[in-house]
């Protein structure tokens, strides 16, 4: 069956930027720029993805749309001299899926408990007319303990009824998979894509126009380089990569059903660009509502769900923001796991000739059943499974994240720099303007500067050097003695010597 492309470059890099622009760019974000300097993280951030990722983007395109199929068979194929590839590089086109499947273990999870807020903050407007009990009230004033027992109770000690979430995110997953490429993940982004970026406008003017909100703004954008340190620049990096999905496959799935002629220096130019004006808009969203309640913006993963609808809680039509929030972090959610998924779904069909609903089936309730469920009862059912001290949320998060996305990328620098050098350089040829000797700039930055940067985050996250927060804290999954610091955080006086609420 002929290859489909893209109906146009637009509808690539709305696909693209939806793949990148989930919950990398409006939950792991925000909660690294509170931990790590505010406006020192974002400007490093900044440069790293000009120098990083958008090297690493231009890596996966040409791997992908020079041999037009999967991400195993596009690491194959036959050189220029006429020498086949050897097939251990198809080693790094499983390692993709691997990183994709773990990804997709606890990812569907996350967007279980936003559906899990959407509903309940609903239900919540509902009991506040009379109509309904037992929902999120966000139309009164919170406090953070309140904020943190609705958390513990219907996110960490609720395994089921968040699997039932879960599921019904997979289920809307299924429906767009189900009608391919095209009419399926081209033709949602298209529309998920304006309400994505609908949501996040009116959330950012509604926040910017809160009282006390501009020292939100001046912790964001003004940087306080004493917090620069080597842990900063590592979790950068780390960001960069997480956010623009590098290293599980997605970019070079999604650019092989890219024109031979498409200009790939450009839409990986607009691919980085777009990444990172969401990401910092992202910011403008979250930082002035924090500081306009007087919330402390350093708490970690747990940032969006535990301390955010405290401030929802203090805004007019406070419920009404809410929700709009949570529905883009949905939105946002969805148009990166579609992507994801088509990694999985693009290797059984074209490399094991599965056909397309069956391998859409066996995608998606493999990675529930063996990737879903367990993370959603690691801190019930499945608290007493750990492996090297790691939750199995934290286990699918750290082999992902740590070792199989970077080894994947070091990988592909490595495969572009070193096997099709040449033949690397005129698959990027095609289509841009760009001066020959700034295309070779790249090739031996790619083939000597990216392996040595992706050397040293890979040595740092083996040695647990960066992680300062598991992801397992994201889950809740926290001791009576890792709660206290936010019990004291809640006392905490600011620069005016205000005690800070919450």
């Known amino acids: 069956m002929k290859r489909q492309i893209w109906s146009s470059r637009l509808t690539y890099i709305l696909t693209v930027a939806g793949a990148t622009i989930g919950f990398g760019a409006t939950w792991r974000f925000p909660y690294l720029v509170g931990e790590y300097g505010g406006g020192a993280y974002v400007a490093v951030f900044v440069l790293a993805m000009l120098f990083v990722g958008i090297p690493i983007i231009l890596v996966e395109n040409v791997i992908g749309r020079r041999a037009h199929t999967n991400c195993v068979d596009a690491f194959g194929g036959v050189l220029e001299s006429k020498k086949p590839v050897a097939r251990f590089w198809r080693v790094l086109g499983y390692m993709s899926a691997l990183g994709a499947f773990g990804i997709l273990a606890y990812y569907m999870v996350i967007g279980g408990w936003v559906l899990s807020y959407i509903v309940h903050i609903a239900q919540g407007i509902l009991q506040a007319l009379g109509l309904a009990s037992g929902g999120f009230d966000v139309s009164v004033p919170l406090q ?26 997979v289920a809307i997953n299924w429906l767009i998979l189900r009608k391919g490429v095209i009419d399926g993940i081209e033709r949602s982004v298209k529309y998920l894509m304006p309400l994505l970026l609908l949501c996040l406008v009116l959330m950012v003017v509604r926040n910017l126009t809160l009282d006390g909100a501009m020292e939100g703004i001046r912790f964001y954008l003004v940087p306080d380089f ?26 070079i799935t999604l650019s092989s059903h890219l024109d031979n002629q498409e200009d790939l220096v450009k839409t990986s130019l607009f691919t980085g660009v777009i990444n990172t004006l969401i990401a910092v808009l992202a910011g403008f969203m979250i930082f002035p509502s924090l500081f306009s309640a007087n919330l402390a913006p350093d708490s970690g993963p747990s940032l969006v769900f535990k301390v955010l ?58 990675v529930f059943v063996l990737g879903n469920i367990p993370c959603a009862l690691s801190s019930s059912a499945f608290v007493d499974v750990v492996f090297w001290g790691r939750s199995v949320f934290d286990t699918f998060d750290f082999l992902s994240g740590n070792v199989f996305f970077v080894l994947t990328a070091l990988g592909a620098s490595v495969f572009v720099g070193f096997v099709l050098r040449e033949e690397a350089l005129q698959e990027l040829a095609n289509g841009t303007k760009v001066p020959r000797w700034l295309l070779k700039g790249w090739l031996y930055y790619v083939r000597y500067g990216i392996p040595i940067i992706i050397v040293a985050i890979f040595i740092g996250g083996i040695l647990d050097i960066t992680p300062k927060k598991r992801a397992q804290e994201a889950c809740g999954e926290l001791s009576m003695q890792a709660l206290n610091p936010l019990i004291i955080r809640d006392n905490k006086k600011d620069t005016n010597g205000n005690t800070i609420s919450g």
């Open 144 to 169: 953070k303990s309140q904020t943190i027992a609705f958390y513990e109770k219907h996110i960490q000690n609720a395994p089921w009824q968040i699997s039932f979430f879960t599921f019904v995110f």
């Open 309 to 366: 609808p405290v401030a929802f809680s203090y805004m007019h039509f406070g419920s009404i923001f809410a929700i709009m929030f949570f529905v883009l972090l949905l939105v946002a959610a969805l148009t990166t796991s579609i992507t994801i998924y088509q990694v999985i779904i693009s290797i059984l069909e074209e490399n094991f000739h599965i056909p397309h609903n069956k391998a859409i089936n066996y995608t998606l309730l493999g």
């Open 226 to 251: 004493s917090a620069l340190s080597a842990e900063l620049f590592l979790y950068v990096i780390g960001q960069v990569f997480f956010a623009l999905s590098l290293g599980f496959g997605v970019m």
